[in-house]
C-alpha cells in the first residue's frame, strides 16, 4: 500500500491519517435532506435499499447523486463528503457507509414539507 | 520484643500461599479441628497463636485418627475427645516427640482399641496364620501368639462343630444357599441371633461359641491395654500391634503401609508432622503419593532437570505434611454430585463459604436439580462478599468436585473458575436476579424443551446469545396450543452484558491496558455501562413496536429478521429491517431511534447481533401485549 494513497475501506481500518468517519457522513446526510419532503425521501430510500441488498454500488451512487443534483447550500457537505470517499469498497465497508447515509434520511422523516 | 512478638504471631498465622493443593490442606486442617474439637477459624488460630506446638503435635494427630474412624462409620469415644482436651490443657511437655508419645500411646491407640480387637479376632481358621513355609505370620507373630492361636483354634473347631451338626438350620440363619467358607460376619450374625425358631440345641451351641468369641475379645483387650497403652514396650511385636488403618487416597504411605508396626506408624506419623526428610525418604518429593492430582515423580516433565523436592518448603511451610494430608477433609461429599470445595485466594473467605455450603448440604442432595450446588454455592458468594466487603477476593475463585480419587482412578474430577470480570458483573443486584433464570432454547419433542441456566453459562464464560437466540425463535415459532412465552427481562440483561462484555474487551484489547491499573478500575464503570445500556436500549428497542399494529406483520418482520440475524448477514437484517420501517404505517419514530440504530447496528461490528435480537424481541412483546 502507498503512502500516497489509501482506500477508505483501508482507512475504515485506521491505518491512514483519515478515517471513515460514519457520524460525520450521517450527520452530512440530515444536513442535506432535513428540508425535503417526506414522500420523495421514502422513494428514495427504497431506490437505494434495493441497491444495497445487490451490492450494487454504482447503482446506488446513481441514484443518490442525481437525487443531490441541484443547487442546493444545503448538499455542499453531503458533496463534499461523497467526493472525499467516492470509490469502489469492500462490501462490507460499503454496507455500513450505504446505511449511514439511509439512517441520516430516515432520521429526518417528518421534519421537512409534505407535499 | 513487642517485634518479636508481632513476627511471631505473624509466622503463625494460617493463611492461603496461593498453590492451591497445599491451600486445599489448609482448608482441611481448619475443618478438621473444627469437626472434632468444635473450633472455628478464629478459635484454632488463637489455639496456635497460644501454643502452636501442643495443636500440630498432640490436637492434631488424634484428630486425623478421630476423623479416620468416623469417616468409616466407626464408633469415636466423645469422652476421649474431652480428656485428650483436658490433659493437654493442663499437662506441660519438653518437647515434642515427648507430646506425640503421650498422645499416640494415652489416646490413639485407646482409640483404635475397638477397631484393633475387632481385625484381630477377625481371623477364624488357625492355618491362615502361616504362611506356606508354616512359619507364624509376620502380622500375628509375637510373644503370645501361641495362646492367640490356640483361642482362635477352639473357637474354630466349636464352628466347624456347629455346621457339622446344624447345617440347615445355619443355613437358614445365615440366608445362603450353601456353607463353604464361615466368615467373620457370619460368625457376628450368628452370635447376635434373637429370633426363638431355633433348636435349643443350637441355641447351647451359639451360647458356648458366644463365651469362646468374648474370650478372645477380652483376650486382646488385656493383650492391648497392658503392653500398648500402659507399657508401650514392644519393641519387636511392633506389627502385631499395627493400628488397622489404610487409605485408598494415601495408599502405603507411610503409617498407612501395611508393614509399618505400631511403633513406626507412630514415628513416620511424628516425621511427617515435622517434616523430618532426613528419615523419611519419601517426604523429600511431592508427587502422586501426596496428592492423587499430581503427576508421579516418573511423569513430571521437568524431571530432567531438577526433582520437585519438599525440601525448599521447609522454611515456609512448616507443617506442610499436615497440611497434605489434609487435603480431603477439604471437600464435602454431597450425594449424587461428589466432592465438592470452593476455594478462593483468601482462607477466611474460603472457609466461610464452603461452611455455609455444609448447611445446605440436605437441600441440595435432596435436589433434583443438580444446578443447585452451583446455585447455592454462587449465592453464598455473593452473600459472603457483601458481608465482608472484600471485592478482591473475587480473584481466582473455583469450585472443585470430584466423584473418586484414588491411586488408579480420578473420576469426574471438575475445576470450574468464576472469572472476575464475571463476578464482579454478578455482584450487581438487579443483573444478578435477571441472570438467575433457567429458560427454554431448543425442543426436544412435542412439549418438551431443553433448558439452560444463563448464571451458569454467564460464569462458564459461554455466549449467552445462542440461548437467548433459540429462545426468541422458539417463542416465535409456538403454535397457539402451546404458547411459550418470550421471557423479556432474562433475555435483555443478557443481551446487554455480553454486548457490553465484548465491547469492553475489545476496547481494551486495543488499548493493549490488560495488564495497566486502568483495567480494574475499568470493571466499575462496564457495570454501569451496562445498567445504562440496559435503561436506553430497551427503551428505544421498544420504539419497534409502532411499525404496525398487526400482530401477523410484526411476526412476519420478527422472522424475516431472525432469518438474517441467523445467516450473520448484517446487510440482509438492516435491508428488511429499513424497507420495513420506510413502507410501514409511519416514519416518524424519531431522530434519536434512527440515531440508535446507528450507533448500535451500523456503527457496531463487534456486537449488532445482540442489539439486532433485542429488536426482534420487542417485535415479539409487542405482539403479545396486543392479543
Known amino acids: 500500500m502507498s503512502e500516497m494513497h489509501s482506500y477508505s475501506w483501508q482507512k475504515v481500518e485506521g491505518t491512514g491519517n483519515e478515517k471513515l468517519d460514519l457520524q460525520e457522513l450521517k450527520e ?53 463528503e461523497l467526493q472525499k470517499w467516492y470509490e469502489l469498497m469492500p462490501e462490507e465497508v460499503f454496507i455500513n457507509f450505504a446505511y449511514s447515509i439511509i439512517i441520516g434520511i430516515m432520521s429526518t422523516y417528518g421534519g421537512g414539507k409534505n407535499e | 520484643m513487642a517485634e518479636a512478638t508481632e513476627y511471631l504471631t505473624q509466622a503463625n ?24 474439637y468444635g473450633w472455628n477459624l478464629e478459635i484454632l488460630q488463637k489455639k496456635i497463636n497460644e501454643d502452636e506446638e501442643k495443636v500440630y503435635y498432640g490436637y492434631f494427630p488424634f484428630a486425623y485418627l478421630c476423623k479416620w474412624l468416623s469417616d468409616r462409620k466407626q464408633k469415636v469415644n466423645s469422652e476421649l475427645i474431652k480428656k485428650l482436651k483436658e490433659e493437654l490443657e493442663k499437662k506441660t511437655f519438653q518437647n515434642t516427640k515427648e507430646l506425640f508419645d503421650f498422645v499416640w500411646f494415652n489416646f490413639i491407640c485407646n482409640l483404635f482399641k475397638e477397631l484393633w480387637i475387632k481385625s484381630k479376632s477377625k481371623l477364624i481358621y488357625k492355618n491362615e496364620a502361616y504362611d506356606k513355609k508354616n ?115 494415601y495408599k502405603n504411605f507411610l503409617f498407612f503401609n501395611n508393614f509399618a ?17 532426613d528419615k523419611e525418604e519419601i517426604l523429600k518429593k511431592i508427587d502422586k503419593t501426596v496428592n492423587k492430582f499430581l503427576p508421579s515423580e516418573e511423569e513430571f516433565s521437568n524431571i530432567n532437570y531438577t526433582k520437585l523436592s519438599a525440601e525448599p518448603l521447609k522454611k515456609q511451610i512448616g507443617y506442610l505434611f499436615v497440611y497434605l494430608l489434609c487435603f480431603t477433609h477439604a471437600f464435602e461429599n454431597y450425594r449424587n454430585i461428589g466432592y465438592v470445595m470452593f476455594y478462593s485466594n483468601d482462607l477466611e473467605f474460603s472457609y466461610k463459604i464452603n461452611r455455609k455450603l455444609k448447611l445446605y448440604k440436605k437441600k441440595i442432595e435432596n435436589s433434583k436439580n443438580a444446578n443447585l450446588i452451583f446455585n447455592v454455592t454462587w449465592q453464598q458468594i455473593i452473600d459472603s462478599l457483601v458481608e465482608c466487603k472484600s471485592s478482591w477476593s473475587l480473584e481466582n475463585m473455583y469450585i472443585i468436585s470430584y466423584q473418586q480419587l484414588d491411586n488408579k482412578t480420578q473420576r469426574n474430577v471438575e475445576y470450574i473458575g468464576v472469572p472476575k470480570l464475571q463476578a464482579s458483573i454478578l455482584l450487581d443486584d438487579a443483573i444478578r436476579e435477571n441472570l438467575n433464570k433457567s429458560i427454554s432454547y431448543r425442543k426436544v419433542k412435542e412439549k418438551q424443551y431443553k433448558w439452560q441456566w444463563l448464571i451458569q453459562e454467564f460464569i462458564k464464560g459461554k455466549p449467552l446469545y445462542p440461548i437467548i437466540f433459540g429462545h426468541v425463535n422458539l417463542t416465535l415459532n409456538s403454535d397457539k396450543n402451546n404458547k411459550i412465552s418470550l421471557r423479556y427481562g432474562p433475555c435483555l440483561y443478557s443481551l446487554m452484558v455480553e454486548a457490553n462484555i465484548l465491547n469492553f474487551k475489545n476496547k481494551n484489547n486495543k488499548k493493549s491496558a490488560l495488564f495497566s491499573e486502568i483495567f480494574f478500575d475499568s470493571y466499575k464503570s462496564l457495570i454501569r455501562d451496562i445498567k445504562e445500556d440496559i435503561r436506553f436500549s430497551s427503551f428505544y428497542s421498544s420504539l419497534i413496536k409502532q411499525i404496525s399494529s398487526d400482530t401477523n406483520t410484526k411476526n412476519r418482520i420478527a422472522r424475516e429478521l431472525l432469518n438474517a440475524l441467523k445467516t450473520k448477514d448484517k446487510n440482509a437484517f438492516l435491508n428488511v429491517l429499513l424497507k420495513d420501517l420506510n413502507g410501514g404505517e409511519m416514519l416518524e419514530f424519531g431522530s434519536k431511534f434512527y440515531d440508535w ?30 392479543e
Not at chain 1, 34 to 44: G, P, R
Not at chain 2, 261 to 277: M, P, T
Request: one cysteine or more.
Open chain 2, 597 to 626: 440504530v446507528f450507533e448500535k447496528i451500523i456503527k457496531n461490528e463487534i456486537s449488532y447481533e445482540m442489539y439486532g435480537l433485542l429488536l426482534v424481541m420487542n417485535l415479539l412483546k409487542g405482539g403479545e401485549s396486543n
Open chain 2, 261 to 277: 508396626g505400631n511403633l513406626k506408624q507412630k514415628d513416620s506419623f511424628y516425621d511427617a508432622i515435622c517434616f523430618n526428610f
Open chain 2, 135 to 249: 512359619k507364624t505370620k509376620q502380622t500375628i507373630d509375637y510373644k503370645n501368639t501361641q495362646t492367640y492361636l490356640q483361642k482362635i483354634g477352639e473357637r474354630e473347631n466349636l464352628i466347624n462343630e456347629i455346621q457339622d451338626k446344624h447345617q440347615e438350620e445355619i443355613k437358614k440363619i445365615l440366608k445362603k444357599r450353601e456353607l463353604k467358607k464361615f466368615e467373620y460376619d457370619d460368625l457376628e450374625k450368628l452370635i447376635n441371633y434373637n429370633n426363638g425358631s431355633i433348636s435349643s440345641e443350637l441355641r447351647n451351641s451359639i451360647e458356648l461359641l458366644k463365651e469362646k468369641h468374648l474370650g478372645i475379645i477380652n483376650f486382646l483387650k488385656e493383650e492391648w491395654e497392658n503392653n500398648v497403652i500402659n507399657q508401650q514396650k514392644f519393641t519387636e511385636e511392633s506389627l502385631f500391634y499395627r493400628i488397622p488403618i489404610d487409605s485408598g487416597f
Open chain 1, 28 to 80: 452530512a446526510t440530515v444536513e442535506s435532506f432535513k428540508n425535503e419532503s417526506d414522500n420523495a425521501k421514502q422513494k428514495l430510500v427504497y431506490s437505494l435499499l434495493e441497491t444495497i441488498r445487490n451490492n450494487d454500488q454504482k447503482e446506488f451512487f446513481y441514484i443518490l447523486l442525481k437525487t443531490i443534483n441541484k443547487p442546493k447550500e444545503s448538499f455542499n457537505k453531503l458533496w463534499g
Open chain 2, 13 to 36: 498465622t494460617l493463611k492461603f500461599t496461593g498453590n492451591w493443593f497445599i491451600d486445599a490442606g489448609i482448608l482441611g486442617f481448619v475443618n478438621l479441628m473444627e469437626e472434632v
